[in-house]
């Protein structure tokens, strides 16, 4: 079975600061990789995914995440956050087969103070 | 495009009465997903179906809960009875495929149980 672990359950920071937000994985075969974002009152969005080649991904709004595959992690990263950040962000895994499913992390929630 | 619908949004019920669910995923979508989501957690799979079938059921609890999609477009999640231990965001989401990369999240349903 998989597994998602998110490191920081909640992240406070300055606008201007950078951020990393660490995602570790558990699954013994190929996978996709995913970083969703929920704003507040809005939808869970895509935020950025790895599916294959190059690991270091980039999503929008700036975002990045690098798929270290000896270390089962997909960090997402953002060398200056905005206020317009403030939300809760999770890391997703799915079994990189038709049927597979995508398991979540419990998230971390993102305050970038202004 | 018009997004993943869910209705209703908010729902409170005292334990052991039934409710139900309803989601109308993106047109031409034949994936679609049922997620629980309680509080200070990710998002967890219930079930997922591949038009009308049934692809993946083995999280949700069967005892109680119940879902169908029977003509392949809208989908209805049911649970009865009710527990406390069930109050949570119901998540839908829905996909052109399973192969393609990415899942479109409606709003869920906040579902309180009393």
């Known amino acids: 079975a998989q597994s998602v672990s998110q490191h920081n359950h909640h992240v406070i920071l300055s606008e201007a600061a950078s951020l990393e937000l660490g995602c570790n994985y558990s699954y013994g075969g190929t996978v996709n990789l995913f970083w969703y974002v929920q704003y507040p009152g809005q939808h869970l969005q895509l935020l950025l995914k790895y599916f294959s080649g190059d690991p270091l991904v980039k999503g929008i709004k700036g975002f990045e995440a690098e798929f270290i595959k000896s270390k089962f992690s997909f960090n997402l990263r953002k060398p200056s956050v905005q206020w317009s950040d403030t939300a809760e962000y999770f890391c997703a895994v799915k079994a990189n087969t038709n049927a597979g499913k995508s398991t979540f992390g419990d998230g971390t929630t993102l305050t970038v103070k202004p | 495009e018009a997004g993943v619908a869910q209705s209703p949004r908010y729902k409170i019920i005292e334990k052991r009465q039934s409710v139900a669910f309803w989601c109308n995923p993106i047109?031409?979508?034949?994936?679609l997903y049922w997620y629980q989501q309680i509080l200070g957690q990710g998002p967890k799979l219930l079930i997922q179906?591949?038009?009308?079938?049934?692809?993946?059921d083995s999280q949700l609890p069967k005892d109680r809960f119940s879902a169908e999609r029977l003509k392949g477009v809208d989908s209805t999640l049911k649970i009865q009875p009710a527990k406390l231990e069930d109050s949570a965001v119901y998540l839908c989401?829905?996909?052109?495929?399973?192969?393609?990369?990415?899942?479109?999240f409606g709003p869920g349903t906040r579902l309180l149980v009393l």
């Open positions: 989401a829905s996909k052109v495929a399973p192969d393609m990369e990415t899942q479109y």
């Open positions: 179906f591949q038009n009308n079938g049934v692809v993946d």
């Open positions: 047109s031409g979508h034949a994936t």
